[in-house]
């Protein structure tokens, strides 16, 4: 079944305002297992509503429009509609009495202004009875028409309340079942994940989609179909191979963030993490903060933007400093083991780089950064060059740090869970 | 000049990702000067992007198509481009060239599969020379068609800095002078502001809009005209009515941001910064680190999560931890007192407070917060109750902690001036 979305206002296509309805609308109905064919978005023009209208209806199952509904000179869309459909508007009775019910606190007069919110085109059909907000329903050439107000909340409101059941209603006929899930991937190139994923072969029920959210890569697996139980199946199925297949590059599914996934690793492993950060300037202790309830597993950390920090704050050699730079392996090294002994977490984190633009020479470009990571057992170093500009070197840092973590923690888990299995 | 924007990708119609950079665009554009007739998003099908592609070509004078350029089978804006258009594919020399110097890490060998990114429509002249991001451009029946890739850092990166002034020159013809430009405001609500420039009665001839950008105000005044030096001295006109209306409330203009505000009257003064942040978490770090060149004046700071943190590395004494509690105005004054003397900064900013969802008290509800600022003269305190989520407490805590610190800043600044005029 496919619909599309029509998002009318001046607002919108001047950029003043985000348009936010429509992907909200197209995330549920296409979880209802609805498709969308094309979502448009136009300003207050009768002439381009009118088009726009009678070119989905010529080629989709229902349409949505949202916006132009309110009661001031530029909401133009019911005229327009009337117009393209030929349905002249008429007075929806009961809307009329319940607007004549609101006075003017100042006259005492009914408010004749919100009188036109009771026009609609004929056969209308109003989708909120007690006329708190506008929005009605139109079966034109026998397909569904949804019109909602471009208030988002009014907007979500009429969707989920009003718009997805009477679609299920209406294509109470359609058996399919849908299932997806989005893997997110850190570590692997997207094009590399498309070779690997390639390879296999997938039942061609399956479709997978790629997109890379800076800077990681999400894999979307959809699978529809009439068999509710073979569909499952099939999900099921796929999504061991596809972990099978990407391993450990997998972080999470759907909901999850790399943060999310290292504060769950710290919380079951009942270990805490300090941050010595300088390049990434308090990123990646920003990251693991925003999860709620991060107080349990993160202590804190130092920026140590200035040299004078590292030394103060990290105990970092000043002879060290001076001899290796601060963007070296000693200090990446002295910075993780300064953090771990005056903070007392389990494990220490440290980053030191150039996020550029300036900084960089021959020897340490711009994108020069080294990792360290230490326990109570032993510290390493890594050393990488990240390309990009600023806000991507400190990103690119930030996750590379947080993912060996990660994989740390999951190396540790891993470990214990063989020790217990040789144990029994 | 009208202008269609066409977006591309099934994540978008499916809902699984906002499209965020279509409004983007619109709202440059019109800045520019450049009116948007309409938005479309479609999915990845060949046959509806031409479709998209050569409707808006019949109707408006340029096109800017985002998405759909990456390397992976679901990316088939080019095949589309190149059919709809009637123009083969041929491979870019330059661009497949640079492609070829990327080794696979592991086999050494040249990535066949970026090789797709060289293959462009006839005629098209790519929009960054040195491949770093998918973009090109075509001249199609006289008018600009512009592909830009969907990932948004790197679509706004090629609007700004390619699109605009392409398009620019190439209507150079267009007699419309346009002055716009972007107030950005905090710390007074949208609508008193609105309230306030009403008052104003402007002249009919300037357009002002305001948008929220959380936790900000952004106001937009636009002067069209076909005089330039009437447009120039109107523009000048009423953006010294609107500084004097709105005074310190505005803290920038255009590309500003309150870190680099803050950053330049640091540096203008003289001045050095760090940071004592509790449920921040490292947030006001970060955003002083993400401005280039924040090293001249920016330290650095402690993200003192967990109590033990705060008196280790800030010395706040623990029987005021455990008499008053971290969230209280005699610890905010401690981490700041206690930042300021261990880093030698100038000014040592400090945050203590509760950002939620847990942790609230009758007395101490979420939201609560206190920021410290000290330096080396006086140390002040201020409560605050913001309302909101998780990241939204963290986000104007934030920035109503580098405010104070602009004030502080222009206060000093005035007083100076002051002084030096006196003693002139």
Redesign the interface.
């Known amino acids: 079944m496919l619909g599309e979305i029509i998002a009318i206002g001046n607002e ?9 309805t ?10 209802a297992g609805f ?9 207050d023009t009768p002439k ?1 509503i009118g088009e ?1 209208l009678n070119r989905a209806l010529g080629r989709v199952d229902f349409v949505l429009v949202t916006g132009g509904l309110g009661t001031t000179d530029d909401d133009l869309t019911t005229v327009a509609v009337s117009k393209a459909l030929n349905r002249p508007t008429m007075p929806n009775l009961e809307i009329l009495s319940l607007i004549r019910k609101h006075l003017d606190g100042n006259s005492g007069q009914p408010i004749s202004s919100l009188e036109k919110l009771a026009w609609l085109p004929e056969g209308a059909e109003t989708l909120n009875a007690k006329a708190r907000m506008a929005g009605f329903q139109l079966i034109h050439d026998g397909k569904p028409i949804f019109f909602l107000p471009g208030i988002p909340h009014q907007m979500r409101t009429l969707l989920v309340e009003q718009v997805l059941p009477r679609l299920a209603t209406w294509y109470k006929g359609r058996q399919l079942n849908s299932v ?1 899930q ?1 893997f997110k991937i850190f570590g692997i190139a ?3 994940v ?2 690997a994923v ?1 390879k296999l072969a997938l039942d061609t029920d399956v479709e997978i ?6 800077p990681e890569v999400h894999l ?1 697996m ?1 699978i529809r179909g009439n068999d509710k139980k073979k569909t499952d199946k099939l999900a099921k199925d796929t999504s061991r191979l596809l972990k099978k297949t990407l391993g450990t590059a997998i972080y999470g599914k759907d909901q999850d963030t790399l943060e999310s996934v290292v504060g769950k690793l710290l919380l079951d492993s009942n270990k ?1 993490l ?2 010595a ?1 300088s390049c ?7 990251l ?3 999860i ?4 349990s597993y ?9 040299n ?2 590292k030394t ?2 990290l105990g970092v050699d000043e002879n060290i400093l001076n001899s290796k730079g601060a963007v070296s392996k000693e200090v990446a090294k002295a910075m993780a083991q300064g953090m771990h002994q ?3 977490s389990d494990i220490s984190l440290s980053v030191t780089g150039i996020a ?3 900084g960089g020479s021959k020897e340490k470009p711009v994108g020069t950064v080294l990792i360290g990571m230490t326990n109570t057992k032993s510290t390493s170093v890594q050393r990488f060059l990240f ?1 990009g ?4 070197i ?1 990103r690119l840092t930030a996750q590379t740090a947080l993912d060996i973590v990660r994989r740390s923690l999951l190396e540790t888990k891993h470990q214990n869970n063989s020790s217990h299995l040789m144990a029994s």
Not at 280 to 286: A, F, N, Q
Not at 298 to 306: E, N
């Open positions: 919108l296509t001047s950029g003043r305002i985000p348009n936010t429509s992907g909200f609308a197209a995330h549920h109905l296409f979880e498709d969308i064919y094309a979502m448009h978005t136009i300003g381009l726009a997806q989005v997207e094009s590399d498309n070779l390639e989609g790629y997109y890379p959210v800076f979307s959809t805490t300090s941050v950060e990434t300037g308090g990123l990646i202790s920003h693991m903060t925003s709620a309830g991060s107080s993160y202590l804190g950390g130092v920026t140590s933007y200035a004078s920090m103060t704050y005056k903070s007392g550029g633009p300036g390309s500009n600023r806000y991507e400190q």
